[in-house]
């Protein structure tokens, strides 16, 4: 999808969320909206397709959080469209995930206590409304991204979305690519980035596809105070 004499700008090293619970939130009261389709915006409702308890066929996320997902699309190279897997995270949809990977965790490492759910946070936060520190797609401002053609065809960028190993870290193929494939994929998560980016948004570096806009995340990159905190939905309608 990408030629090899236009090859995007490498992905710079990211900036780690670590101590994101410290950062102030000032709640600006920002609604959430339903997330539209455009032309070169689609939304791909996974865990509603998966049959998660709690999940909605409609994605929705804050008014910013929109406008700059509509500018990341319509900066996109032509033929490739943006496609939102998942925004805003009801807390029961959060419980499941967390549970779900805790357990095939635990499984497959053997890991319990506090060491597994730290090695489970990584991936999936902690499901929490706490107003100092809710999780990170409990705020409207996270958003769960990838790519896909005009035509509707998603697009590998290395790993599925979900994939919760090392390969999933958005600079891995920065330094591991070798086969053509693995170039290709590559410099599709570069256009991704680029594009999310200059879009405002901020990426969390252990998933390629985990973008953010206002919440603590995206205030602990950025260095400031969020604005985004813990939203019910029923509250924005």
């Known amino acids: 999808m990408t030629d090899r004499q236009d090859c995007p700008a490498p992905i710079p090293p990211l900036r780690s ?8 939130i000032a709640e600006c009261g920002e609604p959430l ?6 032309e070169k915006l689609r939304t791909h409702p996974v865990y509603w397709a998966r049959g998660i308890p709690g999940a909605e ?6 008014e910013g959080v929109i406008a700059r997902l509509l500018h990341a699309a319509a900066a996109l190279p032509d033929g490739i469209a943006l496609v939102v897997f998942d925004a805003w ?9 967390f549970d779900e990977f805790a ?4 499984q497959r490492t053997g890991l319990t206590g506090e060491a597994l759910a730290r090695a489970v946070a990584r991936y999936v936060s902690v499901p929490s409304r706490d ?3 809710p999780s990170a797609h409990a705020t409207g401002g996270a958003v769960d991204v990838g790519l896909c053609t005009t035509d509707g065809r998603l697009l590998h960028l290395g790993t599925a979305f979900d994939a ?7 600079r891995w193929l920065e330094e591991h690519a070798q086969s053509e494939a693995e170039r290709q994929q590559r410099d599709l998560r570069r256009i991704l980035f680029h594009a999310m980016t200059k879009a405002g948004f901020t990426n ?5 596809w985990h973008y953010d806009y206002g919440n603590q995340f995206y205030g602990r990159v950025r260095g400031v105070p969020a604005m985004y905190g813990y939203i019910e939905r029923e509250a924005s309608v």
């Open 57 to 62: 066929a409609t994605l929705w996320a804050r």
């Open 17 to 24: 969320v670590d101590g994101f619970r410290d950062v102030p």
């Open 89 to 97: 995270r009801p807390l029961a949809v959060q419980q499941y995930l």
């Open 131 to 133: 107003p100092r520190h």
């Open 164 to 170: 919760f190993v090392p390969e999933a870290a958005t």
């Open 103 to 106: 357990a095939r965790l635990a």
């Open 204 to 208: 969390y570096p252990d998933e390629w």
């Open 33 to 38: 909206r339903p997330i539209p389709a455009a």
